[in-house]
Each structure stands twice: as C-alpha cells, then as structure tokens.
C-alpha cells in the first residue's frame, strides 16, 4: 500500500518507535526489503538517492516505476522517498514520477539559501500532495564512503533546528547529532543531549541518517529521544555481499541474486525489530 511520509510517520508516533528506511538502488534489494517488512507485518519506507546516479548504480527514472510497483502491491504501508535531492530541478522531476515524499538537502549551501530551496520544494511536494524532509546540519562523510570522525561545526544547533522549522514547514527533519554516512571506522558517539534540545523544541518528527553500524543501546536511545525514521543501507548491501560471499557455487548469477536477496532480507528483518522495539 502506497503511503506518504507523513502518514507512516504518524505509525511511528502513535506506537514510539522509528521506521526503517532503506536504499533499492535495484530489483534485489527492494525485494529483500518488501519481504521482511511483510514478514514482520512492518511499515516501512523505501528510498533512491541523488548519489545513486553520480555513484552509476541506477538511474531515477528507471528505478522509481519499481519502486512505485512494489510499493502498491505491498501488503504493508510503504513510502517511497527520494533521498538527499540535492537540486530542486531533480526534486521536481522525482515528484512528477509519483515520489510520496523528497528529501531536499540543501546542507551544502549557506543558511539563507538553503531556507530559500527548501520553501520552494515545501510548495513543491504540496502541489502533489507529498511530505517534505529537509536537513539543518550535516552528516559529513556522503553516502558510499567510509567514515568514523565528525566535526563539530557540522552538528545541527537546536535553535536554528527551531527556526527553520518553523519558517519551511517541513514534515519532518534530519539532524546531525554524530552520525554518518558509510562504514564506521570507529564507533559513533552520539550526542544524545543535543537531540534532546532538538526534540524539545521542534514540533516535527525526527530523522537520523548514518543508522548502520549503530548499537542497539544507541537506537533505543534515539527512539525515546524522538527519532521516527532511521535510514539504513550500507550494513545492508554488506549481508548481502557477505551471503553471496558464502555461496560455495558462484557459477549462476541467478543463484547469486537470490543469495544476496536472503541476506539482505536477514539483516534487514533485525533492523526493523531493533526500530520497532521488538
């Protein structure tokens, strides 16, 4: 069943938890992940990234009609989200082949403009009645890279998290708290007292970016702190590469497919128990 954000997030308020959100860069992932969250009988958001098409693994266009596909026929609520849109122009064209939300990062640019973009992709996604998730901060390291130091600097102040609510009207909000995108060469240390501020003082729910390689203990955490989406790929796309890894025949490339589908699924099962507190 095709949802917005807004309305899975709502799941997520009503119940305390955080939903998984989850990279289909291709057919073999979003299967994996359609069928855990229908396994768990779990709502669950699916996502393409801008970077996908800098990175060479899939074009939007040619990607979003499966996720769309997918998403209808799911016995589940699923959102299909576009990820870390960085220009309005590719916003745009996500919501004109049935996006239910976009995320525009505007992180990269100076305060004023970065407000200025995101009104504008607020209007956007209201004209086709799609949620908007926006960014105040950064994650630093960018999807596909290794990572494990953050900068201070680059930490979302709660008083401009409250700020820029208020002035775009986002329906929900990524923050950076010391999380990050890729593989963790170091454990997280999340600043938990700054979400806490951030929770405090903004009205909307909460997104954490970064969430693989995350202890269980830290999501708890950030679940009781407000967190209601959590996005996942990288330690994903790992269990999948670790199951065909294992695959004592390689000869097939079908079997191959399959391999990574079950592992993916596997790891991915375990991460919507941790957010749904199960």
Do not use: W
Request: glycine share 8%.
């Amino acid at each position: 069943m095709l949802v917005s954000l807004k309305e899975i997030l709502k799941i997520a308020e009503a119940r305390k938890c955080a939903i998984g959100s989850f990279n289909t860069p291709n057919m073999t992932s979003a299967r994996a992940i359609i069928a855990a969250a229908e396994e768990l009988n779990e709502p669950v958001i699916i996502m393409h990234a801008q970077v996908h098409e800098e990175m060479g693994l899939c074009k939007m266009d040619e990607v979003a009609p499966m996720m769309l596909m997918f998403a209808d026929k799911a016995k589940v609520p699923v959102c299909v989200h576009l990820d870390h849109g960085t220009d309005l122009d590719y916003v745009k064209r996500g919501l004109d082949l049935g996006f239910t939300s976009v995320m525009y990062d505007g992180s990269a640019y100076d305060e004023e403009l970065n407000y200025a973009n995101t009104c504008i992709a607020r209007e956007l996604s209201l004209a086709y009645g799609a949620s908007l998730e926006a960014e105040i901060g950064s994650m630093g390291a960018r999807e596909g890279s290794a990572t494990g130091d953050t900068d201070e600097s680059i930490y979302t102040d709660p008083a401009q998290a409250k700020k820029f609510v208020e002035e775009t009207g986002v329906d929900a909000l990524a923050c950076a708290f010391g999380t990050a995108h890729g593989v963790y060469l170091k454990a997280p240390k999340l600043d938990f007292p700054r979400l806490e501020k951030i929770k405090s003082l903004v009205d909307v729910p909460l997104v954490m970016h970064g969430g693989s390689g995350v202890s269980v203990e830290d999501y708890k955490k950030v679940i009781d702190l407000g967190i209601r989406k959590i996005n996942y790929y990288t330690y994903m796309a790992k269990a999948g590469a670790a199951a065909v890894a294992a695959l004592s025949d390689k000869t097939f490339y079908h079997d191959i497919e399959v391999a990574a589908i079950n592992g993916m699924k596997a790891d991915v099962m375990s991460a919507m128990k941790v957010f749904a507190n199960k």
